[in-house]
């Protein structure tokens, strides 16, 4: 069964970068279409961010520009790189792999000055 460990959350400013991980412990990431989600408190989830197997990219709108999805050439960490931050960023950021049905713990992300 598939684990997936997400880190690199934190307390950034708003404009500021922070750098998420998510760490498979195994090449599956060339196999299988990945998200991002994140979950602020009082909404629904969403997908932030999505990479296929074979490294397409899809941005939600409302980070189109400031975050980027990146795969390792191990293929068992995907990146999400977050730069100029903003207060509604602010939420529990999990990678998941949809297909598997199977998504992380989550990391904290704030941003606020």
């Known amino acids: 069964q598939v684990h997936l460990v997400e880190s690199g959350g934190g307390l950034a400013q708003p404009g500021g970068s922070l750098k998420l991980s998510c760490d498979a412990g195994e090449r599956i990431f060339y196999i299988y279409h990945m998200e991002w989600l994140r979950q602020a408190p009082g909404k629904e989830r969403e997908v932030v961010a999505s990479?296929?197997?074979?490294?397409?990219?899809w941005y939600t709108s409302s980070v189109k520009g400031r975050f980027t999805i990146s795969k390792e050439n191990n293929a068992h960490i995907v990146y999400l790189h977050m730069n100029n931050l903003k207060v509604e960023d602010t939420a529990v950021y999990y990678c998941n792999i949809p297909i598997l049905n199977t998504r992380g713990q989550g990391t904290q992300v704030t941003v606020s000055s």
């Open positions: 990479v296929t197997a074979g490294g397409i990219p």
